[in-house]
């Protein structure tokens, strides 16, 4: 089968100072699909870690984290991206949970076990770290993206806002249908299904994407496929215009 993740697998990879990716996966989609899903980490100005959208816990990943700085905060930045918070809760009780706005009153986290701390709502949040803006993206449904700019890398931080996977390491059969729903390199964008929720959030949602646009990053790290280390603005801009025109 296509290889549809990027190797080495649930190692933390240098991107920029204080920044790293952990690539993971292949997840099934619908049961079927194999994709790959990526956490990025985030060392904070206090030498602190923060593990944005979690991958699966492999206790060498997490002794090699710990090697570059303490594990102290989890950022579940959707509906989606939560699904591997538990077993990282188990292993770092001590660690602060932040949480899509809304997420708490889904029934499958309440039934998930998983613990929320904080929720990330707009303004000013106590013990929030420095350097890190939020741009919060709503959409129908409840559904609440976070995307994080990190000030010093000037790297923009997505999860399912943008998906950019490579024909080449997709089955076959599924390109085509890759290609339908608007998901493939070079210039991916978000599912045909959310970029419907997203619209959904009217004026709020197009000025959030706005936002996105308008920290003029220097690379856009999003879970699915090759994210954009080059050019990244304009990458951004293209894949983005579904919601910001």
Known sequence: MTEATYPPLDI???VAQDLWIVDSGPMRAMGVIPI???MTVVRL???DLLLHSPTRHVP???AALESLGPIRHLVAPNIVHWTFLKEWQR???GALTWAAPGLRQRGTIRRSGVRLDRDLHEGPLPDWPEGLDR???PGGGGFREVALFHRPSRTLILVDLVLNFEPGKLPFPLRPFARAMGITAPDGKAPAYL???VRMGGGRAREA???LLATNPERVIFAHGKWFDRDAGVRLERSLRWLTR
């Open 209 to 211: 994407g706005r936002g």
């Open 36 to 38: 790959p899903v990526r």
């Open 135 to 137: 741009i919060i993206v």
């Open 91 to 93: 292993q770092l009780p």
């Open 45 to 47: 100005e206090n030498g």
């Open 60 to 62: 060498q990943l997490q």
């Open 195 to 197: 970029r419907a929720v």
């Open 12 to 14: 933390p990879k240098p």
